[in-house]
């Protein structure tokens, strides 16, 4: 980052650095068993939500998964998850994800992680939990699921994901045969 004093004399002012709206990092339990499938579906919530985040001009500098276990060694039902906001109302340093049921490590269902992540995100801008807190978290999930029904959100090949589906090359582009069967 460049610095400018700002004045004769004065200490230089170093400038922020830039921050990339989105999730900048993901980390997984890669001990626990599933771990690829554990980090495929923190990739996914980063798919789903970067473009919420980005308009949102949200920056989540890590999202982690939270061990089911819970610090002591205790099974926690209780939590799914924590954001440690840096108290800008934009960004949070890490949010932090339980992806797995305590006991057995079942993963949890995504839609059940989607609404997790909507809670973890309205914690960026709101600390407690208010009606001005839930407001958000249904804001953030209308505006995801208009994101993914209008295209907006990609899947792994970069290909826009439609009503929950993701359309392939082919499905963009049809055989004469296949767009006049769909058109009937």
């Not at 004399?9 to 771990?35: N, T, Y």
């Not at 993701?166 to 769909?182: K, Q, W």
Request: hydrophobic share 35%; with cysteine.
């Amino acid at each position: 980052p460049r610095s400018t004093p700002a004045r004769p004399g004065a200490m230089p002012v170093r400038a922020a650095p830039h921050k990339e709206p989105g999730v900048q990092a993901i980390d997984h339990e890669a001990s626990l068993p599933q771990a690829g499938e554990a980090l495929k579906l923190l990739q996914d919530l980063k798919r789903d939500w970067d473009p919420i985040l980005r308009a949102r001009e949200f920056v989540v500098k890590r999202l982690a998964e939270m061990c089911c276990c819970g610090r002591d060694g205790r099974w926690s039902h209780a939590v799914g998850g924590y954001c440690m906001p840096a108290g800008d109302g934009k960004t949070s340093r890490q949010i932090s994800l339980r992806l797995r049921q305590p006991r057995s490590h079942t993963l949890e269902p995504y839609d059940s992680l989607m609404k997790t992540m909507a809670h973890e995100i309205a914690h960026i801008v709101h600390g407690k939990h208010s009606a001005k807190f839930y407001a958000l978290i249904d804001e953030l999930l209308n505006q995801q699921a208009t994101f993914k029904d209008t295209g907006r959100v990609l899947d792994a090949q970069g290909f826009p994901v439609e009503g929950g589906r993701a359309l392939s090359a082919e499905a963009h582009n049809p055989s004469l045969g296949d767009a006049r069967a769909r058109a009937l």
